[in-house]
């Protein structure tokens, strides 16, 4: 498992920044071109939960699903996505399933993430506040974590 902080991101995914561009946010408007790709993120929260691995680093292996060149919004550029499975362990509670999301970098347009900074998407989750430390479980065949 791997340690990870939570902390605060752009806000551009679940819209609370209010970037006209982007009603609503940007996960709200990426879902159904990843429903018509075949992945339904329905049961997630609309936003993403941001964590630093920090001083660690991860080296993407093999996503369980890739999307290229995906046109999902008028005005900006496509962009290729790549989704992995992880598994979000907090002290006394359950474990949570979710998703890494990866907006792959060089297709990116802007709202860049640190190296050791990756975004979860989580069903909503009551007791994940900035600050707060959780370990993250990632498939090894999926990504890896390790020192720079």
Same mark, same amino acid.
């Given at each position: 498992m791997?340690?990870?902080? !939570? !902390?605060?991101g752009?806000?551009?995914?679940?819209g609370?920044? $209010?970037?006209p561009?982007f009603?609503g $946010?940007?996960l709200r408007m990426? *879902?159904p071109f990843?429903? +018509?790709? =075949? @992945?339904d *993120?329905s $049961?997630?929260?609309?936003?993403?939960?941001?964590v630093s !691995?920090?001083? *660690?680093?991860?080296r993407?292996? %093999?996503p %369980? #699903?890739?999307?290229?060149?995906?046109? #999902?919004?008028?005005?900006e550029?496509? +962009?290729d996505?790549s989704f992995?499975?992880v598994?979000?362990h907090?002290d006394?509670a359950?474990?949570?399933? $979710?998703? !890494?999301?990866?907006p792959?970098?060089?297709t %990116?347009?802007?709202?860049?993430?640190?190296p +050791?900074? @990756? +975004?979860?998407?989580l069903?909503w989750t009551?007791g994940l506040?900035?600050g707060?430390?959780? &370990? *993250?479980e990632v498939p =090894?065949g &999926?990504?890896?974590?390790a020192?720079?």
């Amino acid at each position: 498992m791997t340690p990870a902080t !939570i !902390i605060q991101g752009h806000r551009v995914a679940s819209g609370l920044n $209010g970037n006209p561009r982007f009603p609503g $946010g940007t996960l709200r408007m990426q *879902l159904p071109f990843f429903c +018509e790709l =075949g @992945l339904d *993120l329905s $049961g997630y929260h609309l936003g993403t939960l941001n964590v630093s !691995i920090a001083p *660690l680093s991860y080296r993407v292996v %093999k996503p %369980k #699903w890739t999307f290229q060149n995906v046109k #999902w919004h008028p005005t900006e550029p496509a +962009e290729d996505f790549s989704f992995f499975d992880v598994l979000v362990h907090r002290d006394d509670a359950t474990p949570v399933n $979710g998703l !890494i999301y990866f907006p792959h970098p060089d297709t %990116k347009p802007t709202h860049f993430q640190r190296p +050791e900074v @990756l +975004e979860l998407l989580l069903p909503w989750t009551t007791g994940l506040d900035y600050g707060g430390k959780v &370990q *993250l479980e990632v498939p =090894g065949g &999926q990504m890896v974590f390790a020192a720079p």
